[in-house]
């Protein structure tokens, strides 16, 4: 007979309930907490000083900057000196040598017109000659200038070329082909920019000097100022006649050098000199309000010489005393028509 064994149940465990802090631990805890706070506030105040300092000295250097910047900025440039530092320059420049010697020089005399690091140019067997250059003008680019100049050089180079050349060997009457070098040159016109600043009267050209094609200075096309029909009433026969002969006597004396006697005809005499003869071209005769206006393209001539040019003369005329009078005189229609 089997005997069953009965299994005894397991005990039961009580929980234990979480460890406490005891109060002499609490107290501790907080005083080194306290401690850590009170060392940690003079430190964090020294940082925002020297964070607040620092803040302030950046403040300030940027300020010296944007002041230096601005200072740049506002000083007009002397155009007089620009041109005499800058004439110094441009040949110095254009003229490249190819021996190795007086390209050193060169080299070595353009350091001291140049800002330093700038890139160096190639050592080649071309030589350059400036012809002649003419200054164009001076361009406003932010903290800097850029001076044009009209500038034309020759370059001279050597160029390989080939020849048959015939010769004997023995009784035999050989050609063979040969090589040579032949110096060419080209010359060509260009608008050299030279970029530069000045600072306290004193220049620098600041990057290395580029070409450029020479912008036209012509209008495009436009038609002079002329006095339409509509424009002013002409005069009558008997005014037209007046009018004619004291031109005739205005221009006897302008192309004198009789100041005082012309002074009678006109408020502000203008003379050519001696030995000018005026030709009265075709004159227009105009009434404009209480006065008159006359229009006319005389030939001037120059004494025996044959040579002789054309002017454009514009006379305002007034009355005084029943006498005809020269108030203004122009040799275009400005302030006169539109």
């Known amino acids: 007979m089997k005997f069953i064994k009965r299994k005894k149940p397991p005990k039961q465990q009580l929980l234990k309930d979480k460890a406490e802090i005891s109060p002499k631990t609490a107290r501790i805890v907080f005083l080194s907490a306290l401690g850590l706070l009170v060392a940690t506030v003079p430190l964090s105040f020294l940082m925002a ?3 607040n300092v620092n803040a302030t000295q950046n403040k300030e250097a940027l300020a010296v900057v ?3 910047l601005a200072s740049d900025t506002k000083e007009t440039l002397n155009e007089d ?3 005499r530092y800058l004439g110094e320059f441009v040949p110095l420049y254009m003229n490249k040598p190819s021996d190795e010697k007086a ?5 070595k005399n353009l350091a001291t017109y140049m800002a330093k690091k700038l ?3 190639e050592e080649t067997a071309i030589t350059q000659k400036l012809d002649s250059s003419s200054f164009f003008t001076f361009e406003k680019q932010k903290q800097t200038y850029v001076a044009k100049y009209v500038v034309t050089y020759t370059v001279s180079y050597p160029v390989e070329k080939e020849r048959t050349v015939t010769k004997k060997e023995g009784k035999k009457t050989v050609t063979e082909k040969q090589k040579y070098k032949e110096q060419e040159s080209s010359q060509r016109t260009v608008l050299l920019m030279i970029p530069f600043i000045q600072k306290n009267g004193q220049f620098k050209v600041t990057s290395l000097p580029y070409y450029s094609s020479i912008p036209s200075l012509k209008a495009g096309d436009m038609d002079g100022k002329t006095i339409q029909n509509n424009s002013f009433d002409r005069v009558d026969e008997q005014e037209e006649a007046k009018l004619a002969d004291f031109l005739k006597q205005f221009y006897q004396l302008y192309g004198s050098d009789d ?3 012309l002074s009678y005809l006109m408020a502000n005499p203008v003379v050519l000199g001696e030995g000018f003869t005026v030709k009265q071209g075709e004159p227009a005769f105009y009434k404009d309000g209480k006065n008159y206006l006359i229009v006319d393209t005389p030939t001037i001539q120059e004494g025996d010489s044959g040579n002789n040019h054309k002017e454009y003369v514009v006379l305002t005329v007034v009355r005084q005393d029943g006498k005809f009078y020269i108030d203004k005189f122009a040799h275009d229609l400005g302030g006169i028509v539109e």
């Open 103 to 107: 390209r050193a020089d060169r080299d």
């Open 119 to 121: 890139p160096k140019e």
């Open 81 to 83: 000196l620009a041109k």
């Open 66 to 68: 944007q002041k230096d």
């Open 259 to 261: 100041k005082k006697q």
């Open 49 to 51: 000083k020297n964070a």
